[in-house]
């Protein structure tokens, strides 16, 4: 009996890329790095240039001096520390909400059999064809009924009501765990909330964290909804904070350059930390359908 060919030649995928692919693609991907970075070096660089430099042309790319009190004076031009605290408290409510409500949701479409629940989540997922423009003046007028404009209420309460992107991520997830981790628990005396509480959210750490973000980022960058609702500038956010630096006037942009980047930062910074559970709750999520 004749034994495999032990020639990595022989072995190699044939839809591999040979060494000019490769170098093709990692040209590309070099391009594409490149193009997605440049506005991020622009931002970072016009934070440290002065007003007459920003609009100089030919375009000065490296600022000469680097002007670091841009920093420093652009966030004491409006008190960007209490807009900060706003955007915190309503950003990690918003994101626990957002990971409680979908996550119970999606766990009843996935790990509870009871008849209609597949036209029930078609309906749901249908619902996100809709524009947040279709439905923003009835929000608005319910809003104005329950008394609560100019409160971070109408930021908060909706999250808690789930959100048909993430019960569809998580949907896709909770799929992938076996059942019959399910059923041992329900035989050992365990009801449907101690199993989602302490079996399914345990092992869906991956998808949990990219809902978490993703409800994160949607929060800290969200301008449309603090725009409408409101009104008293103690409860402005980060995003409609920099919308103060454009006057009638003029508009500081070293300063809104500035305060621009120390407010993408921490987005940044909390997307590299959670790069790897990030990518591996998008690559498990949607494993069946």
């Not at 423009?133 to 909706?158: E, H, S, Y």
């Not at 969200?222 to 006057?247: A, C, K, W």
């Amino acid at each position: 009996m004749k034994s495999a060919p032990s020639n990595p030649e022989t072995l190699r995928d044939p839809l591999a890329p040979g060494k000019g692919g490769r170098l093709l693609v990692l040209a590309l991907l070099v391009f594409l790095s490149v193009v997605f970075a440049a506005p991020f070096f622009w931002l970072v660089t016009s934070a440290l240039k002065k007003p007459d430099q920003l609009m100089a042309y030919p375009i000065q790319w490296i600022p000469h001096p680097f002007v670091w009190s841009n920093f420093s004076e652009g966030w004491r031009f409006r008190p960007f520390p209490l807009y900060l605290r706003n955007t915190l408290e309503v950003a990690v409510l918003s994101t626990i909400g957002s990971i409680f409500s979908s996550s119970l949701v999606a766990y009843g479409l996935t790990r509870i059999e009871w008849p209609g629940r597949r036209i029930l989540f078609i309906a749901l997922i249908s619902t996100m064809m809709l524009p947040f423009q279709v439905v923003m003046v009835p929000l608005f007028k319910l809003f104005v009924m329950l008394g609560w404009i100019d409160t971070f209420k109408p930021l908060i309460v909706p999250s808690f009501f789930l959100s048909a992107f993430y019960v569809y991520l998580l949907r896709g997830f909770f799929l992938g765990i076996p059942k019959d981790l399910s059923e041992a628990a329900r035989i050992d005396g365990a009801n449907e909330f101690g199993i989602y509480w302490r079996i399914i959210m345990p092992l869906a750490r991956p998808a949990l964290a990219t809902v978490g973000l993703f409800a994160f980022i949607g929060a800290w960058n969200d301008f449309v909804g603090p725009l409408i609702y409101l009104i008293n500038e103690d409860h402005y956010t980060l995003s409609l904070g920099l919308s103060m630096f454009q006057g009638q006037y003029g508009t500081y942009w070293h300063y809104l350059m500035a305060v621009s980047t120390l407010v993408t930062l921490p987005i940044v910074v909390l997307f590299f930390f959670t790069q790897k559970t990030f990518i591996q709750g998008i690559a498990m999520t949607g494993l069946k359908g």
